[in-house]
């Protein structure tokens, strides 16, 4: 299975490609955890990405698409994959087009995860991050057994930078201008499927495998 999943911040993207993850062992390709490893681990690319990330903005086309095909390439052509996050521009989707063209490879479902904005900020004001292997929580919906620690590695639970209140309100912006025509794009190409993302977690697994499973 190769997957997209498109979304607003704070849509459950991640959340459901880990649940994917674990449960259907479709790796998760994340762009946004590609770029916090990088940034905890002050490399180059962490550095450059670090203030655009901060406020809100996207990372320049020309890096992203470097780090998936780089990131595909990697990969053996037969597994299947989850790309949470990307591509979040046409001109990414273009790129990963041709990527993928010249692996002979095809998208088999782009899921546009659907939610309603007062919803997201709820989410997205509780969510919490697990430093070691990026696991996610929430204060009030996913709360971890022990306050501030991961269940899985015991590590210390933050906050992004980027889920405090200005950022947020610039990445919703950003979604709507940047990314809501990455979903015309793939419309026009009949692997689109829309899922409804409000609801518990395990309801909305049920139906993206509903949605990923519909011939
Ligand atoms: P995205 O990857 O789309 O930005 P996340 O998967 O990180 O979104 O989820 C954002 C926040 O919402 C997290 O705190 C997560 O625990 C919580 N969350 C995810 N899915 C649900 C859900 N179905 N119901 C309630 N909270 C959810
Ligand atoms: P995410 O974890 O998906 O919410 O991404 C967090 C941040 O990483 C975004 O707000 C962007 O700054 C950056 N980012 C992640 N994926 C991309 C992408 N495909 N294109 C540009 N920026 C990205």
Redesign the pocket.
Known sequence: MKLIFVGP?GGGK?TQARLLQARRAIPQI????I?REAIAQDTALGRDARR??EA????PDAV?IAIVEERLRRSDGHEGFVLD?????VP?AEALEETLNRMQRRIDRVVDFQIREEILIRRLSGRRVCQVGGHIYHLAYQPPREAGLCDIDHSPLYQRD?DRPEAIRR?MEVYQVETLPVLDFYQARSVYAALDAEGEVEEVYDRLLAVVNRR
Do not use: C, K, N, Y
């Open positions: 911040p991640g994340a762009t946004g955890d770029l655009s990330m809100g903005e996207l990372v992203m996050g990307f591509p979040r521009t990414q980027d990445r």
